[in-house]
């Protein structure tokens, strides 16, 4: 069955850096698309960035454009988010899905910007 | 790129029917027929209840089902059930070669 575990959360401060993994089993990564969404705490969905089964084109939403970049190793079944820059605004609980219609996702991670 | 619009909550019976709308514009809801709809009961993550408007997947009850008229989708839930009390999103691809989250709905069974 499809499993997705996000990893990589945690407290930074303002301006600071943190990488999340999601490490996928259960599927032929290669051949998927995957998201990442954050839902900040009490909020609503928030859609971050896309990549595509092969890497070759990423997309993002404009209020983590420049500073967020998504990738992936298809060899480790592994997507990453590696977000600069972090802001107040940015702490959320982050979470991977699996292709277009984000119809599996992983347990979330939480990222707590403060100083 | 914006939200789209849905209601902050919606209310029913057991056994009841409720329709939850999602409103975007022609660049997203209205112009593609990439609506997905998705369930969080408190503390999980999200779950897939509709796809393409209307798809359900597999294992997902067939008293879900979706629609579209417009710049306007719809969930409906039939024979409303306890376990349906949770927030329910719907997302679009758009125009921008992204997605966009509706502003949530909290659905209560009285």
């Known amino acids: 069955q499809v499993h997705l575990v996000d990893s990589g959360g945690g407290v930074v401060q303002p301006g600071g850096s943190l990488r999340l993994s999601c490490a996928a089993s259960g599927f032929t990564f290669s051949n998927y698309g995957m998201q990442w969404v954050r839902q900040p705490p009490g909020k609503g969905l928030e859609w971050v960035a896309f990549i595509r089964y092969d890497g070759t084109n990423k997309y993002y939403a404009d209020s983590v454009k420049g500073r967020f970049t998504i990738s992936r190793d298809n060899s480790k079944n592994t997507v990453y988010l590696q977000m600069n820059s972090l802001r107040g605004e940015d702490t959320a609980v982050y979470y991977c899905?699996?292709?277009?219609?984000?119809?599996?996702w992983g347990q979330g991670t939480l990222v707590t910007v403060s100083s | 790129q914006s939200v789209l619009t849905q209601p902050a909550s919606v209310a029913g019976s057991p056994g009841q029917s409720i329709t939850i709308s999602c409103t975007g514009t022609?660049?997203?809801?209205?112009?593609?027929?990439?609506v997905s709809w998705y369930q969080q009961h408190p503390g999980k993550a999200p779950k897939l209840m509709i796809y393409d408007v209307s798809n359900r997947p597999s294992g997902v009850s067939d008293r879900f089902s979706g629609s579209k008229s417009g710049n306007t989708a719809s969930l409906t839930i039939s024979g409303l059930q306890a376990e349906d009390e949770a927030d329910y999103y719907c997302?679009?691809?758009?125009?921008?070669?992204?997605?966009?989250f509706g502003t949530g709905t909290k659905v209560t069974v009285l």
């Open positions: 997302n679009s691809y758009t125009s921008s070669s992204s997605y966009v």
């Open positions: 899905a699996k292709a277009r219609n984000f119809d599996y």
């Open positions: 022609s660049s997203d809801v209205g112009g593609y027929n990439y």
